[in-house]
């Protein structure tokens, strides 16, 4: 008898350590000081994530830049669509640079029939394609966003055909294992939001529908709310996944006295505003596109295309890779070639 509760205390003792040691951070940890003191607006870092954060954006070197005189890819080749305007020797430097960012390993090949270079045939070649216009898009025309620093097929890709972070639909019909009701997409562990039972899929409600973000009372009595609990709930998933795709802490972005005051957030809140807006129009006007493109097993299980959100680009970094402007590096890229 005494022995059985030894053991039994001993099993619980080791389960409650799991739990412990699995979950929370171990110290030491470092705060920094965001805001006015007695706001507690700190950031709290934690010297070992962040030394993975900065192995895992460490930006590649670049190709020395060609000249970009000389004859124009699109008279020299048959089928540019895009790169009309660069010249040869920029065309071809990009191309190589886009194999090291995207297919490293498979080489021209992953994109190209290279026995007929201007041929469409492959569904990445048609891909790659559309990102091109997408990342000129961006470097253009989200500067509110990505200011000077821009990005690059490197930004998300990181020497992968598919990049490390994206997303589907999610279908909120989907069952729970061992559970009989549908989990209407929340109230298990939540992927998408530090495995808690906030919902599985924030995602497609505010990074590609544009559902309201706002949840807070103005005023202390009922009718000026119209949010419900449900709502709150996206919305709480949302912002755990900004503090973890860029990882910072809440207050990063706010005071949390007063979440929805903007007065008194930082200036991040409005670079994360813009940053709404950017992902939702890459994920509607390029991302969602290309369903018919993508091979079925490419597809999500309600048969969208995959998408990109904040850690798509951000990888745990308040910058991705820590602010280094690849993008500089190639006008072809930016605003900067194309009139
Ligand atoms: C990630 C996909 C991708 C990879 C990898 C890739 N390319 Fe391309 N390539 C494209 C796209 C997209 C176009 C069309 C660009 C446009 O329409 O503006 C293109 C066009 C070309 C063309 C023009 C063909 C014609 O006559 O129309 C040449 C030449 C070319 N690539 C060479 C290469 C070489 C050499 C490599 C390997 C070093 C390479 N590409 C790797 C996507 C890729
Ligand atoms: C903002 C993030 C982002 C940037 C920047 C970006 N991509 Fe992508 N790319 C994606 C996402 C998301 C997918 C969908 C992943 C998938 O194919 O399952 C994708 C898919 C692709 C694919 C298809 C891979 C496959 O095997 O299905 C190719 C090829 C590709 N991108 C090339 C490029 C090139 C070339 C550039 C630069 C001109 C670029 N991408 C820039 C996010 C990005
Ligand atoms: C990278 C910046 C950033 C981080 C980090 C962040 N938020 Fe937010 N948050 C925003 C932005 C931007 C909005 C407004 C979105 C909009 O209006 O489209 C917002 C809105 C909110 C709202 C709604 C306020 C209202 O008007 O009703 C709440 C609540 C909130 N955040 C809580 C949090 C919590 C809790 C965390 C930490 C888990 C967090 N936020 C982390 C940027 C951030
Ligand atoms: C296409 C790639 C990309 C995506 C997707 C993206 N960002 Fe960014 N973000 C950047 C770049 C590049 C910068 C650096 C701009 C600069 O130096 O001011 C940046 C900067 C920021 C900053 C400012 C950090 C600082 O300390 O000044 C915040 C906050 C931010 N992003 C939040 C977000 C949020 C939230 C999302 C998702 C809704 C998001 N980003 C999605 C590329 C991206």
């Given amino acids: 008898m005494k022995f059985g509760l030894q053991i039994a205390a001993a099993l619980v003792a080791v389960i409650a350590a799991a739990i412990i040691f699995g979950t929370f951070e171990r110290p030491p940890v470092t705060t920094v000081q965001r805001g006015y003191r007695g706001t507690a607006m700190e950031q709290v870092y934690n010297p070992r994530l962040l030394s993975a954060a900065m192995a895992a954006n460490i930006a590649p070197a670049s190709l020395p830049q060609a000249p970009a005189d000389g004859p124009k890819a699109g008279a020299v080749y048959k089928n540019v669509q895009v790169l009309k305007d660069v010249s040869v020797a920029q065309f071809t430097r990009l191309m190589v640079s886009m194999t090291t960012w995207v297919a490293p390993q498979q080489g021209c090949a992953y994109c190209h029939r290279t026995a007929e270079m201007a041929s469409d045939a492959l569904y990445t070649k048609v891909v790659a394609r559309r990102m091109l216009q997408m990342v000129r898009h961006i470097n253009a025309d989200w500067t509110?966003?990505?200011?000077?620093?821009?990005?690059?097929?490197?930004?998300?890709?990181?020497?992968?055909?598919?990049?490390?972070?994206?997303?589907?639909?999610?279908?909120?019909?989907?069952?729970?294992?061992?559970?009989?009701?549908?989990?209407?997409?929340?109230?298990?562990?939540?992927?998408?939001?530090?495995?808690?039972?906030?919902?599985?899929?924030?995602?497609?409600?505010?990074?590609?529908?544009?559902?309201?973000?706002?949840?807070?009372?103005?005023?202390?009595?009922?009718?000026?709310?119209?949010?419900?609990?449900?709502?709150?709930?996206?919305?709480?998933?949302?912002?755990?996944?900004?503090?973890?795709?860029?990882?910072?802490?809440?207050?990063?972005?706010?005071?949390?006295?007063?979440?929805?005051?903007?007065?008194?957030?930082?200036?991040?809140?409005?670079?994360?505003?813009?940053?709404?807006?950017?992902?939702?129009?890459?994920?509607?006007?390029?991302l969602d596109g290309l369903a018919g493109v993508f091979p079925p097993q490419r597809l999500g299980p309600l048969g969208d295309a995959p998408k990109l959100n904040c850690a798509t680009c951000h990888r745990g970094a308040y910058k991705p890779l820590f602010g280094v402007a690849m993008a500089k590096e190639f006008p072809e890229l930016t605003g900067a070639a194309h009139p």
């Fill in 144 to 286: 509110s966003h990505v200011a000077g620093v821009g990005v690059t097929c490197y930004t998300c890709h990181r020497g992968q055909p598919v990049p490390a972070v994206i997303w589907w639909n999610g279908d909120p019909q989907a069952a729970t294992p061992g559970v009989a009701i549908p989990a209407v997409g929340k109230n298990h562990p939540s992927a998408a939001a530090g495995a808690s039972s906030l919902p599985d899929d924030p995602f497609t409600p505010f990074l590609e529908q544009a559902n309201d973000i706002r949840v807070e009372a103005v005023q202390a009595l009922p009718g000026t709310d119209n949010h419900s609990i449900k709502q709150t709930d996206w919305t709480y998933a949302l912002m755990i996944h900004f503090s973890e795709a860029l990882g910072v802490n809440c207050t990063y972005c706010h005071n949390s006295r007063q979440f929805a005051s903007w007065e008194q957030s930082t200036p991040q809140r409005v670079t994360a505003w813009y940053g709404i807006r950017m992902v939702r129009d890459l994920n509607t006007q390029y």
